[in-house]
């Protein structure tokens, strides 16, 4: 079963806008990771935060972490049309059997 | 470019019958997923190997079936196919799980099944 949910579902906005979406989890992880799925093509991975990180940046991309609260968010700043496209998380449970299991997704759509 | 190949990239069948997708992963990688995506869906995790072995397996069906070959590319068998049986099949892969670090995964471009 699906451990992550994203939230929202989906998200409009304007070109240059911010934008923020939201992954909560349920059992404690090693690590959690985001992944961008542009329309019918494979999944790329984005950044990686390990469980005793609470925040990492990559490019226009930052992450936080707050295992406390087992969630995560991924912001996106100055967003450009390239950037639409579906949103995984993907968490790496302590007591996994080697797999990641990953949410439904968030579908971006940037506006011009 | 992930370096993970798939084919073929589109394939139309008909209901009843078999097919095999096909996966290279990554040069050096051991790891290798096999992942469902129907229409506007989400991922679900059909089986993993390691090293030609299986790792572990999610929701996979029993007309299902996969392996992993001494050169580790993979195939997944998809048997009696049914209408909903249509969706994206991605393979991915990913290093030694033992290393006690990050599991990144490497996808590739993916299989369009279409069962008619």
């Known amino acids: 079963s699906q451990q992550g949910e994203e939230d929202p579902q989906a998200l409009s906005i304007q070109e240059g806008e911010n934008a923020t979406m939201n992954c909560s989890y349920k059992?404690?992880?090693?690590?959690l990771q985001w992944y961008r799925q542009n329309s019918g093509r494979g999944l790329v991975h984005l950044i990686l935060?390990?469980?005793n990180e609470r925040e990492k940046h990559s490019g226009r991309l930052r992450v936080t972490l707050d295992t406390s609260k087992k969630s995560s968010s991924l912001l996106i700043t100055a967003s450009r049309a390239a950037d639409t496209a579906s949103y995984f998380c993907?968490?790496?449970?302590?007591?996994?059997?080697?797999?990641?299991?990953w949410g439904a997704g968030t579908k971006l759509i940037i506006k011009p | 470019d992930s370096g993970v190949t798939q084919t073929p990239k589109h394939l139309i069948t008909a209901t009843g019958q078999r097919v095999t997708l096909r996966c290279s992963p990554r040069?050096?990688?051991?790891?290798v997923y096999w992942y469902q995506q129907s229409l506007d869906q989400g991922l679900q995790f059909l089986i993993q190997?390691?090293?030609?072995?299986?790792?572990a397996k999610g929701n996979i069906l029993e007309r299902f079936s996969a392996q992993q070959f001494p050169d580790l590319h993979s195939e997944l068998n998809l048997s009696s196919l049914e209408l909903g049986d249509s969706a994206l099949y991605f393979c991915?892969?990913?290093?030694?799980?033992?290393?006690?670090?990050?599991?990144?995964?490497?996808f590739g471009p993916g299989t369009r099944l279409t069962v008619l």
């Open positions: 993907a968490t790496d449970p302590m007591d996994s059997n080697y797999q990641l299991i």
């Open positions: 935060i390990r469980s």
């Open positions: 040069s050096g990688d051991l790891s």
């Open positions: 059992t404690s992880i090693n690590n």
């Open positions: 190997y390691y090293n030609g072995e299986e790792r």
């Open positions: 991915a892969s990913s290093g030694n799980r033992y290393s006690m670090g990050p599991d990144t995964q490497y």
